[in-house]
């Protein structure tokens, strides 16, 4: 399969980047991922290529054995980063005292970092009971930080600690990011749209099949908030 990719972009005008691949074999424990780095290594065009327990493609990581829960860790960690640089920079600019600034910033230059690519990936954030006890790596980050500005006890209500902000769960930017992508994939036209296709067949597997993927765990949220059900009344909603 790697010579025919090669020979396909030799004769396209293409090269593989050496530096840009590497192998990822799914659903291999630690065992067999140290006795695939130790065989001899696959080759493109005489070069070796790295194997690796994941990838990083466009905010998303592709764990060997992980899965998404494993991007959600690392967004969470991108957030936390995030995070730290704000402080640092509330802190040269003297004005850390300021809640309503600090808080602007963050939903400004931390949560698009944190929720990268969450379109793809959101859905092991969703949960369908009080979005405010979510208990993902990136809702609890986002709770610690809202409550750290606003100098709260760990025993006060989340719920108030939003509306004292001004702010709500992440869960619900995730969502609404969600549904967006949602909508625009299912707008596209049906000649040449693989995204179309490969959408309506994730809504068939979830509905039809009870597959738990991504439709079904979007659709589950917003069935536990407001009821709907319905694919085509769910889609006039977004």
Not at 36 to 48: E, F, I, K, T, Y
Not at 162 to 171: K, N, S, T, V
């Amino acid at each position: 399969l790697i010579n025919c990719v090669h020979q396909w972009c030799t004769q396209n005008g293409m090269t593989i980047s050496i530096s840009k691949t590497e192998v990822v074999v799914f659903n291999t424990t630690s065992h067999t991922i140290s006795a695939l780095q130790a065989r001899p290594p696959w080759h493109v065009n005489g070069a070796a290529i790295k194997v690796s327990t994941f990838f990083k493609y466009l905010g998303v990581h592709f764990h060997h054995s992980k899965g998404q829960p494993f991007t959600v860790a690392e967004a969470a960690k991108r957030g936390k980063h995030a995070i730290a640089c704000l402080h640092r920079k509330l802190h040269d600019l003297d004005v850390g005292a300021n809640v309503d600034l600090t808080l602007h910033l963050y939903s400004s230059m931390v949560e698009p970092a944190m929720l990268y690519g969450c379109e793809v990936w959101g859905s092991h954030c969703l949960g369908r009971g009080d979005p405010a006890h979510n208990t993902t790596d990136v809702e609890r980050a986002h709770r610690n930080f809202v409550r750290f500005v606003l100098h709260l006890r760990r025993n006060t209500s989340a719920w108030v600690m939003f509306r004292e902000a001004g702010m709500y769960p992440l869960q619900h930017t995730c969502l609404k990011r969600m549904l967006n992508f949602l909508q625009t994939v299912w707008d596209l036209p049906y000649d040449g749209a693989y995204a179309k296709l490969a959408m309506m067949e994730c809504v068939v597997d979830a509905v039809d099949h009870n597959h738990e993927n991504w439709f079904a765990k979007l659709l589950g949220t917003i069935e536990s908030v407001s009821g709907a059900t319905d694919i085509s009344q769910l889609l006039l909603r977004v």
